[in-house]
């Protein structure tokens, strides 16, 4: 996400704005949800129904991202598969849990994430004081209704796409079809989760002395 974009969305006051995946697979199957997580072998999403998806790195074959001012998830099913990529988030001195969400991407040094409630957090490193594990808890209802958002993938653009997009679809923010963009694409954001899981490693001991160290790790990866 570029900066500009994600102080455009808190000035334009749309706490429920989200940005949108659509990742091809080989086969021309397409996966559409909101990141959740990637590593060196597969990138995780919340779809659309509100349930986890995973899909292979490898099988990968063009990514392409909306950029959403309301958010179109109606409900998220917390099994314990998508538990595994939530978090109970402690900023600041707050002594209980600020929120609970997803990190879903990442900036220079800003982190981004989806809460419960369907909003978009945006933090820096330095405000984090603590991460923690949750348990499942089955279907959770978002506080606004589900927007069912219309997509452009235009064919000249977007590999594998044959429709034409009508006049309200939300045209594509960027795509990604080049192999060696790709790995580099997703090789970055394989390096934020990273650090990100290694700073809730160390707050389980030491929740304020390892403010710094989220801080330097993810500005080591950022660009």
């Given at each position: 996400?570029?900066?500009?974009?994600?102080?455009?969305?808190?000035?334009?006051?749309?706490?429920?704005?989200?940005?949108?995946?659509?990742?091809?697979?080989?086969?021309?199957?397409?996966?559409?949800?909101?990141?959740?997580?990637?590593?060196?072998?597969?990138?995780?999403?919340?779809?659309?129904?509100?349930?986890?998806?995973?899909?292979?790195?490898?099988?990968?074959?063009?990514?392409?991202?909306?950029?959403?001012?309301?958010?179109?998830?109606?409900?998220?099913?917390?099994?314990?598969?998508?538990?595994?990529?939530?978090?109970?988030?402690?900023?600041?001195?707050?002594?209980?849990?600020?929120?609970?969400?997803?990190?879903?991407?990442f900036h220079d040094d800003l982190?981004?994430?989806?809460?419960?409630?369907?909003?978009?957090?945006?933090?820096?490193?330095?405000?984090?004081?603590?991460?923690?594990?949750?348990?499942?808890?089955?279907?959770?209802?978002?506080?606004?209704?589900?927007?069912?958002?219309?997509?452009?993938?235009?064919?000249?653009?977007?590999?594998?796409?044959?429709?034409?997009?009508?006049?309200?679809?939300?045209?594509?923010?960027?795509?990604?079809?080049?192999?060696?963009?790709?790995?580099?694409?997703?090789?970055?954001?394989?390096?934020?989760?990273?650090?990100?899981?290694?700073?809730?490693?160390?707050?389980?001991?030491?929740?304020?002395?390892?403010?710094?160290?989220?801080?330097?790790?993810?500005?080591?990866?950022?660009?």
């Amino acid at each position: 996400m570029r900066l500009w974009s994600v102080f455009l969305l808190l000035g334009a006051g749309k706490a429920h704005a989200v940005d949108l995946h659509s990742l091809f697979d080989t086969e021309c199957r397409r996966q559409t949800g909101i990141l959740l997580h990637v590593d060196d072998t597969q990138v995780a999403l919340i779809g659309l129904d509100g349930r986890l998806a995973r899909v292979p790195r490898a099988q990968v074959r063009a990514v392409v991202l909306h950029k959403l001012l309301e958010s179109p998830l109606g409900e998220i099913d917390v099994d314990p598969a998508l538990a595994s990529y939530l978090r109970r988030v402690w900023v600041g001195a707050d002594r209980a849990p600020t929120f609970t969400g997803f990190a879903t991407d990442f900036h220079d040094d800003l982190v981004i994430f989806l809460d419960l409630q369907g909003k978009t957090r945006v933090l820096e490193p330095i405000e984090i004081r603590k991460i923690g594990a949750v348990e499942p808890e089955g279907r959770r209802p978002l506080d606004h209704p589900r927007v069912q958002p219309q997509l452009a993938f235009p064919p000249e653009v977007v590999p594998c796409s044959t429709s034409s997009a009508t006049a309200e679809a939300v045209p594509p923010s960027y795509v990604i079809a080049d192999t060696i963009k790709l790995g580099d694409y997703f090789g970055k954001l394989a390096e934020h989760y990273r650090a990100l899981d290694g700073f809730e490693e160390r707050t389980r001991v030491h929740p304020r002395s390892a403010n710094e160290g989220m801080s330097t790790d993810l500005t080591r990866v950022s660009g």
